[in-house]
C-alpha cells in the first residue's frame, strides 16, 4: 500500500497536512480501537431523575465507522465505564467487539489484535484520557482529540481538529480510509446512505 500520494481529489485533501510517517501508519492499520466518552461522546454523561444516563453520540462518526468498516479495517469500542447505550449503538452499527468496564486497554488492545490475528503495528487506538494511554502506547497508530489532556494529545501520532463527540471519529475514519487508497471510492460510488444504513 502506497500511503506517500493519492488518487482521488478528496483523498488528497484529507491528506494535504498529514505527515508522511503518519500517513505510513494510518495505511498499516487493520483493527481500529476506540475509547467512547470523550472520543464517539464530547464526555457529557446526563443523568436523569431515575438515574439513568444519557449520551450523545454523532451522526457523522456513525457514518465514519461504517465506512471504515465497509473498507476492509476491523472495528472494536473498548470502554471503561459500563452500560447499555454503548452496546446499543454498537449494535445499530455492526459493531461486534464491544468490551466494557476495561481498566487495562492495553491488554484489551493485545487480546483484540491476537484475536484478529495483526500484529499491534497494524493496529490503532484512539483515546482522550490517562486510561487511554496504555493502549496508545501499544498501537501502530495512536490517535486522540483536540480537547483531550495536552499529555494525552502529546503520545498520539495524530490528533483530530473536531472535538470527540462532534465529529472526530469521522475525521479519523476519512484519515484511515484515504491513507489506504479506499476513500475516493466511497466519493464517486454509491455510498452506505443510499441503502439505507443507520448512522
Known sequence: ?????????????VLARIAPGVRERAAAVRLMVFDVDGVLTDGSLYYGENGEVFKRFHSLDGHGLRLLMEGGVKVA???????????????????????????DKGAALAE????????????????DDVIDLSAMSRAGFAASVPNAPGYVAQAAHWVATQ???????RECCDLLLAARGRLGGFLTGPGLLDRGVIQ
Open 112 to 127: 483484540l489484535a491476537q484475536r484478529h490475528a495483526v500484529q499491534l503495528t497494524e493496529t490503532g487506538f484512539m483515546g
Open 1 to 13: 500500500m502506497n500511503a506517500t500520494f493519492a488518487t482521488h481529489p478528496g483523498e488528497a485533501l
Open 163 to 169: 472535538p470527540g463527540g462532534s465529529g472526530a471519529v
Open 77 to 103: 469500542l473498548v470502554t471503561g465505564r459500563s452500560g447499555p447505550i454503548v452496546a446499543r449503538r454498537a449494535a445499530e452499527l455492526g459493531i461486534a467487539d464491544v468490551q466494557q468496564g476495561v481498566r
